[in-house]
């Protein structure tokens, strides 16, 4: 198992900035990429980044230019910087893990999620 621990969420006004941070346990699982993703009332969660341990990323198109992926490696540690958030942000962000363990592959793990809540 994977044991993800997020934590960074919080209130913030429109246009302000919030890090998450979201630490991986060690395991014997190979962990091949992280990513966050988000859940809003009432809609389904959504993909917000990833990245690969190739170093590809990519962000939901709403994100693009506001939010930063990055990883370090040393730390099992991935982050998402988040500035000029909007109300439309709100959501609880979960961190997830894209693992494999031998010759199986796409094993995912969740973090237990971090509200973040954008008010206007």
């Known amino acids: 198992q994977v044991q993800l621990v997020e934590s960074g969420g919080g209130l913030v006004q429109a246009g302000g900035s919030l890090r998450l941070s979201c630490v991986a346990s060690?395991?014997?699982?190979?962990?091949?990429?992280m990513g966050w993703y988000r859940q809003a009332p009432g809609k389904q969660r959504e993909l917000v980044a990833f990245?690969?341990?190739?170093?590809?990323?990519r962000y939901e198109d709403s994100v693009k230019g506001r939010f930063t992926i990055s990883r370090d490696n040393a730390k099992n540690t991935v982050y998402l910087q988040m500035n000029s958030l909007k109300p439309e942000d709100t959501a609880v962000y979960y961190c997830?893990?894209?693992?494999?363990?031998?010759?199986?592959?796409?094993?995912?793990?969740w973090g237990q999620g971090t509200q973040v809540t954008v008010s206007s």
């Open positions: 990245l690969t341990n190739g170093g590809t990323i």
């Open positions: 997830n893990a894209d693992t494999s363990l031998g010759n199986r592959y796409g094993i995912d793990f």
């Open positions: 060690e395991s014997a699982y190979r962990i091949n990429a």
